[in-house]
């Protein structure tokens, strides 16, 4: 049987590992050059309780189950996820009876563990939250990621299962034969299929139309962020920081990040649905505002002079404010769209789900292959390895020793690495190997590891891309 | 793992550490060792291929790998000096006085009985100034710009507009505009530029690049590429205002945005001083551990390179001392009186010549720079035309100066 599953996100590239565990042909289409470059790129970064979803929707189901499978997903994708717990503070009497109601909407949602804290227990736990605080609702099983880390290493772990992947492949049309999945059109070939999900993210809307399903309409919700410098505020907060929410979700937050950083977002501007702007990532001055505002209110010692990095993600946003997953009137076609927040947390679950909802769907039973390997290693790191082991490595193999970023102390070898596993970009590299991502940006090492690239690609340093083929960096030759 | 012991060891190979392996070999130390990330010393020099360096320290205008190869070979008679390039600063333990060393050849414990610090600054990146708008290609610093040009023969762009009047930032105007690279213009926060009066001259006057003051970006638009520059001028209070916005249709946008002494490495063991983030020193560079000195940019932003080697070798003069003997002087800090918005060394320490670097805090016409210990006027002189941009140097030498803390102010002639 042939599945195909159209986005290369969080939760694309996890259904289609899930997937890859049964003897089927699994294809993945992402129209981007490398995968979760959309959604899944540009968020908080946080594996959420689950406390806020009201009981009964999607989200409450999916978003307890998938933070308690993250433990199992990390280990067996190798990749950081720490819980270091999560606190909602409540500043008045208001908003006090918000997290008392939170906290009970956790229990009723399964979430374990969660206790409501007075002043001097979160003072004691986090001493540069503003002193006025009244009571927290401490979660300990929120956690934080690398949120493309997740992407890149299901779909690693999918293609080492033998799923094909294929990039720059956008889907154009969905053929549909007596309400049945026929093909898939993209501008990379036709593609026949038996089974296909639609995991298109801010496109989901889309792609349902092409196969004759309707669906909500999406618009992007923006988020705009601002990393702050580990090597000036790292361990400012040790745990993810909310504001009490509000109808428009749950605020802006304060919160580690897995390289050490601080990074205070999102905002919250709904954008019209039109296609333009389900790609407007643009921050904003007013938007930078609002998060200082924000962030200054829940903790005052908070100093933006230490910022690194701007940006801004886009959740799609549906006016149910759920998400849409399953079965379609159309046999064969299943959607996992509209997965705002928490849809990172929510991805193992729901592709767990639809591995059961297809075979339910269509009357089936897959056959679990017997060669199954869920484990993918990382990238080996060496910089936190004892120096003899490190030393001894280095002997065999120079390009251990070669140190490119200096900031996050990535060497040659990891960056080649990269390489060899599908980075194709600057960016590539930088989010697999957190190259480029410390205090200088890429200052002292961007070139270096353009040249890397260059290298190994076979290409000029001039052709050596950002993040796509119409991102080129450099515009040829000063002097010929 | 090998060991090597070594009595002065130098982190940063530019015009700092260079003047500090010449002030350490001098006095005769047995062993000085210099590690830097690059395969070749000068630092950022080798990439600076304009002139203006070297009027003070050489008496003569030098390009910068020309001022860099000038030092080079004045160490070239000392047989104490040893240079080793491609090397990466693991980790100090400061408690045990170890560093370790990564590099192609494998890891090296350093044993220094003095470390010297000359790791430079690296530059404020677009993420550091909130830019907002798009994040395509075609953002650039200034130095990773002049990287490219002058070290890579690669071209950044074709029509640029520079963010920033810092002097890279007006230098780098004007290399652009040399290499066919088109600047609109150099737009700047402040009421006033950023860099050297000659540099506004040479750089933007010379090539009829305008320079827009009290303006900033309000917006990089392109998805791809940069494709506009939005920027709008700023009230008093550094806010945009509305209906000055002025769009630039460039694909380029190069940031001269500040410079960050580099200090990650020891900020968990030498005092750093919150405004300029610099590492703290006393006149004698020595940090706030009494082993180890520093000096350039790593302290605190130079304007002039010749500053730089100066400073560095006063440092590594010190070190070998402190190799020598172990002993180390009574500090007083130094206070910033009126109008002075950056002051170092920190703290005098006695026995030293007093090597004060200092910026006012807003233009003056006229200023009377005011040196001060307890009721004892060490310095006392009018200075025309001080600015913000233009760091002054006053030396005060060592007779001259008592005990006590010492106070400098700037007040209004």
């Known amino acids: ?480 | 793992m090998r060991e090597i012991p070594v009595d002065v060891l130098i982190i940063g190979a530019g015009a700092a550490g260079m003047g500090a392996a010449l002030g350490a070999a001098r006095e005769g130390v047995q062993k000085v060792i210099i590690i830097e990330r690059e395969d070749r010393t000068g630092g950022i020099l080798n990439q600076c291929i304009h002139n203006g360096f070297g009027l003070h320290y050489f008496r003569e205008e030098l390009t910068g790998p020309e001022y860099a190869e000038r030092i080079k070979s004045l160490l070239k008679d000392y047989e104490n000096v040893e240079f080793k390039g491609d090397q990466f600063v693991k980790a100090i333990d400061y408690k045990n006085r170890t560093v370790i060393v990564v590099s192609r050849e494998g890891i090296v414990l350093y044993r220094p009985k003095t470390l010297v610090v000359t790791t430079g600054a690296r530059e404020r990146p677009m993420g550091g100034i909130l830019l907002p708008g798009t994040r395509p290609a075609g953002i650039f610093t200034a130095g990773v710009a002049q990287r490219w040009i002058n070290l890579e023969n690669r071209k950044p762009g074709n029509r640029a507009l520079v963010i920033g009047s810092g002097d890279i930032g007006l230098i780098m105007a004007r290399r652009l505009t040399l290499e066919g690279i088109k600047v609109e213009a150099v737009v700047e926060k402040m009421p006033y530029p950023g860099g050297l009066e000659r540099n506004i001259r040479q750089c933007l006057k010379d090539y009829d690049i305008p320079l827009y003051l009290s303006h900033t970006v309000v917006e990089v638009r392109g998805k791809d590429r940069v494709e506009e520059v939005v920027i709008a001028e700023l009230d008093n209070n550094f806010r945009p205002i509305a209906g000055t916005e002025k769009v630039f249709k460039v694909d380029t946008l190069v940031l001269s945005v500040g410079l960050i002494p580099q200090t990650n490495l020891f900020k968990d063991f030498l005092r750093t001083d919150p405004w300029t983030k610099g590492i703290v020193c006393t006149s004698s560079g020595r940090t706030s551990m009494n082993w180890i000195f520093a000096a350039g940019n790593c302290t605190v932003i130079y304007d002039l390179v010749d500053w730089v080697t100066e400073e560095g070798e006063k440092a590594g003069k010190y070190a070998a001392f402190y190799v020598k003997n172990g002993q180390e002087a009574a500090k007083f800090p130094l206070e910033k009186g009126q109008n002075v918005g950056i002051l170092f060394p920190n703290y005098y320490e006695e026995g030293t010549n007093l090597n004060i670097y200092l910026r006012v805090k807003k233009p003056m016409d006229r200023g009377i720079i005011r040196i001060k210990q307890r009721n004892n006027l060490l310095y006392n002189k009018v200075h025309a035309s001080l600015m913000p941009s233009e760091m002054v140097n006053v030396k005060i030498p060592e007779p001259k100066i008592g005990v006590g803390d010492i106070t400098v102010e700037v007040v209004e002639a």
């Not at chain 1, 019209?272 to 407007?280: A, H, I, N, V, Y």
């Open chain 1, 1 to 480: 049987m042939r599945i195909g599953i159209i986005g290369a996100g969080a939760v694309g590239a996890l259904t289609a590992r899930e997937l890859t565990r049964y003897d089927l042909e699994v294809y993945i289409f992402e129209k981007e050059f490398d995968v979760g470059m959309g959604v899944t790129k540009a968020n908080s970064a946080i594996i959420h309780a689950g406390y806020d979803d009201e009981p009964g929707t999607l989200r409450a189901k999916f978003c307890a189950k998938g933070n308690e499978m993250y433990s199992a997903v990390a280990k067996e994708l190798d990749i950081e996820f720490k819980r270091i717990g999560s606190l909602v503070l409540a500043f008045s009497d208001a908003e006090l009876r918000i997290i008392e109601e939170l906290y009970k909407r956790g229990l009723e949602n399964g979430v374990p563990g969660l206790e409501i804290w007075d002043r001097d227990k979160i003072l004691a736990h986090e001493p540069n939250i503003n002193q006025e605080v009244l009571a927290a609702l401490w979660a300990p099983t929120a956690g934080i990621i690398e949120p493309w880390m997740i992407a890149i290493a299901a779909v690693e772990n999918a293609v080492e299962n033998g799923a094909k992947l294929f990039l720059n492949t956008e889907v154009t049309d969905i053929v549909i034969e007596n309400n049945k999945i026929k093909r898939v059109v993209t501008n990379n070939g036709d593609f026949e299929v038996d089974v296909l999900i639609n995991a298109a993210g801010l496109y989901g809307d889309y792609v349902s139309k092409m196969a004759g399903v309707e669906t909500l309409p999406i618009h992007p919700r923006k988020g705009e962020y601002i990393l702050l410098d580990k090597e000036e505020f790292g361990g400012f907060v040790k745990s993810v920081l909310f504001p009490t929410p509000s109808t428009l979700g749950k605020g802006t937050l304060v919160t580690p990040t897995i390289d050490g950083g601080i990074l205070v977002g999102p905002t919250a501007v709904d954008l019209p649905g039109e296609r333009k702007f389900r790609e407007d990532t643009s921050t904003t001055i007013q938007g930078f505002e609002f998060l200082m505002a924000k962030a200054f209110k829940m903790t005052p010692n908070i100093d933006f002079r230490s910022s690194i990095k701007t940006f801004a993600g886009l959740r799609p946003e549906t006016p149910i404010k759920d998400f849409i997953v399953g079965r379609t009137k159309v046999n064969g076609f299943f959607n996992a769209i509209g997965t705002r927040s928490p849809g990172l947390t929510a991805a193992p679950a729901i592709a767990c789900f639809l591995v059961e909802e297809i075979q339910e769907a269509m009357g089936i039973t897959f056959h679990r292959r017997a060669n199954f390997n869920p484990i993918r290693k990382r990238i080996r790191s060496y910089i936190q390895m004892p120096l003899e082991d490190w030393d001894r490595i280095i002997e065999k193999d120079p390009l251990a020793g070669n140190i490119i970023c200096s900031c996050n102390k990535v060497t040659e070898r990891e960056i080649v690495e990269a390489i060899k596993r599908g980075a194709r970009t600057v960016d590539g590299v930088k989010f697999r190997t957190r190259a480029m991502f410390g205090s200088c940006q890429g200052g002292f090492c961007s070139h270096k590891i353009m040249k890397i690239l260059a290298r190994e690609l076979g290409v000029d340093v001039s052709d050596v891309v950002l993040r796509n083929e119409k991102t080129k960096i450099l515009y040829g030759k000063v002097r010929t």
